[in-house]
């Protein structure tokens, strides 16, 4: 009995960075409500991308793929846009999982500002070109600048629920 | 450098093409899967759109329940917020009664004269229903303002149908699923409407700024703005009825050319909300 609640315990444990990903798609963790004029962050960028490179296990790519659906929806964007950026940031932490051997949280970050600041180029590209669509270019640098600087804190977190997982 | 070339390759190879443990999907393949999904839907293909549909029907009312704890957050943040400011509040709202009072008694003579002005030379819109819906959800994502209401095609929602807070314009409905609509808010930068300054009487066009306020563009004579002006809905084209009160002008930016308004209606505290129907009447 105690090793099947263990198991379903790790099981569950396993599921939260799916979990946190949907949530965050359906609910964006954008505080509003707190009245801040420039502050944003995209929080899917960042849990996808830290699990990508740390856990690929934890979030399969079907999943982001659906995730990004839902983040479209949800947000009025061109269907299919936030699921490309999605597999895109999954591609360079995939590629930087294969070609790093001693990883350090600085390169992560480095490798991370440089993969939102060309694809949030990308999605402003092709949603004001093809979908005619207006993007506030203020908002868009605020997003971007909050969501790399939260990228420290979040991954100091997810290193901290990752190695409490792990000694479980 | 023949080397570093095919390490690169490789590293890129294996990154986007190969399936990891437990993937039934390459990233390269959702990648083009995901192109084709925009391309389409840019075109309207109607498979996409169906699964567009199917999606929006699961997401929003999920929405709604996963963002139940956010929103208990954001009430209790709010409460205490409305805590702290309650005396002066108080004070505030006591003069301004005693003014509201005093041009009440006058407004309702106004009111049905205007009715009745309007309606002889043809261009009174009345009312012809109304319904009142639950927002499910407030996307205030930095590239859309908009919420998303419980009540869609099923309830006789239409696009284009006006959304009030109380007595105050707060948008229009820019998408309409079976059972949910999304409203664009005026704050967004897509919204575009025909306003009234008054008492100056100057027809211009209210645009969202993508945060809590407006801008009025296309305005000529903008110094003859004052700040005590208030914005209401012109009627022209017919978009939505003329009257409903939108914001006051303040020009507190001195950055931006344009004269600001300030919404009456907060959109980040929309819970309930009323969904208008206009027909034309002709007097008899």
New interface residues.
Partial sequence: MKLKNKELKKKLLRQVPLILL??SV?????F????L?YF?FNFSYILIFYFSLKR??SL???YI?IA???ND?????????S??MY??L??VA??L???TLRTSLFKDWIAFISAILILNSLFFI?VNL??D????F???I??IFFTSLLYLLFSSIFNFFVDSSNAR | METSRDDFVIAIRSAFLKKQNQQRFSLFGLIVFSLLILILGGFNFKPVNYLKLAIKEIAYRSTFIVSVPEKFLEEKYQTAQDHINLYNASMRNELELKDLRAKDLLNDFLVLENQRLKMIVEDYLVESDRLYAKVLSDKNSPFLKSVIINKGSKHGINLGAVVKDKEYLIGKIIEVNYTTSRVLLLSDINSKIPILIEPQGLLSILSGSGDKDGEIQYNKVENIIEETSIAYTSGVGNLFKAGIPVGKITKNDIRSLNAKVEFFSDFSQLKFVEVLFFERKISE
Avoid: H, W
């Fill in positions: 949907f949530i359906l609910n964006n963790f954008d509003n409500y707190l009245g004029k944003s690929s296990y399969g790519y079907t793929f990004g659906l839902f929806v949800v947000n009025g964007s061109p269907i299919g846009m699921s490309l597999l895109f999954c591609g995939a590629y999982r294969l070609i092709i093809f979908f669509f207006e993007i506030s203020i908002n868009q605020v997003n």
